[in-house]
């Protein structure tokens, strides 16, 4: 009798330990499964740097910018943000709307820009003198407005409106307006408040609008009114907006500078006006200048295209293939720099 109570006792406590043994096994095994899921998911969640694209201003120069473009195009690395001032704006306004590089390249290449930027009216061109609602054109250029039209256009050698309605067709008819791309890069632009004197971004309402004043060369063209702001050229605040793309988010930056004369060591030779306010004080401080040489320096992929004596009206045919050229040349440069950036995005923060 003893023996079986022995017995029953040794099979009671090896059914016992079996149990045990798989139980602990059973546990062991959800362990691991939640740690992988868990895993998994944190995986899953990890999101991908963001990258933003800055574009200088220089006015025929941009075309180096789109040559540029084309390489990073190839190399495979999205752009989530776009910002820019002047010809940057446009560009990146263009490109947030859909326009690829080959695009802007036939841009650059098939426009009359004398006409474009001028508000030449080509209809005009054999005409020495004729005069059309109030404004005189010789050969079609606009030389002189009535005092009438003058004080509802504003002041400027040019009105801009050529250009405007230009960007304004481009805009209605993008990529992004036909549905050809699925959604538009977040896009800021940079324009100058001459009343004030302040730095304006505009990222929101009109596109064109905001493309148009970022661009709005002092002297040049009229400035952009805009509620109680009269909106000039960005590039007289802040031409390779770095900063503006930071507060935009994100996490890499590649900017592209046209400029091509540094100021490292800028002294102003207006210093003697400093406190006397207004636009004497800001002749003086030159906070643009100041500005440009923080935000150069701030970028993670920093492209300077070496452009020689091309300057901002340098829009003849044979300068624009040139510094297009350039712009690619450049870009290539930059190959392995592109590559390092691509897979650095692969594997997250």
Not at 125 to 138: I, N, P, R, S, W
Request: aromatic content about 8%; charged content about 25%.
């Amino acid at each position: 009798m003893d023996n079986q109570v022995k017995d029953a006792f040794v099979r009671i406590k090896s059914c016992t330990f079996a149990f045990m043994k798989r139980t602990f096994l059973i546990f062991l095994i959800l362990i691991c499964c939640c740690f992988s899921v868990q895993g998994q998911q944190k995986t899953a969640q990890k999101p991908r740097l963001k990258v933003g694209l800055v574009l200088g201003g220089g006015g025929a120069k941009g075309a180096a910018a789109v040559g540029v473009l084309k390489e990073i195009e190839r190399s495979g690395i999205p752009i989530d943000y776009i910002a820019g001032t002047s010809i940057g704006a446009i560009i990146g306004g263009l490109y947030a709307q859909g326009y690829r590089t080959n695009a802007l390249d036939t841009l650059f290449r098939s426009q009359h820009w004398l006409s474009l930027l001028s508000d030449r009216d080509t209809t005009l061109t054999g005409k020495v003198l004729k005069e059309v609602d109030g404004v005189t054109y010789l050969f079609g250029f606009p030389v002189r407005r009535k005092a009438v039209v003058e004080r509802k256009k504003g002041w400027g050698l040019s009105h801009g409106d050529h250009i405007y309605d230009f960007l304004d067709s481009l805009v209605s008819h993008s990529p992004a307006e036909k549905g050809q791309v699925k959604c538009t890069i977040p896009f800021s632009c940079v324009a100058f408040d001459i009343r004030r004197r302040q730095e304006i971004i505009l990222d929101t309402g009109n596109l064109a609008r905001n493309m148009r004043a970022s661009m709005a060369i002092p002297g040049m063209f009229k400035p952009v009114a805009m509620d109680t702001l009269m909106l000039v050229d960005g590039g007289m605040i802040n031409n390779l907006p770095v900063d503006v793309m930071r507060r935009m988010g994100a996490d890499i930056v590649i900017a592209i500078d046209l400029q091509q004369r540094k100021h490292d060591d800028y002294h102003s030779p207006f210093a003697f006006l400093r406190g006397l306010g207004g636009v004497f004080s800001w002749l003086a401080e030159r906070p643009d200048i100041k500005k440009y040489n923080i935000n150069r320096t701030q970028a993670d992929l920093y492209i300077n295209p070496n452009l020689g004596s091309y300057g901002v009206t340098d829009f003849k045919p044979g300068a624009i293939k040139d510094m297009i050229r350039i712009g690619e040349e450049t870009g290539k440069a930059y190959r392995n720099e592109l590559k390092r950036m691509k897979e650095k995005l692969g594997k997250g923060r």
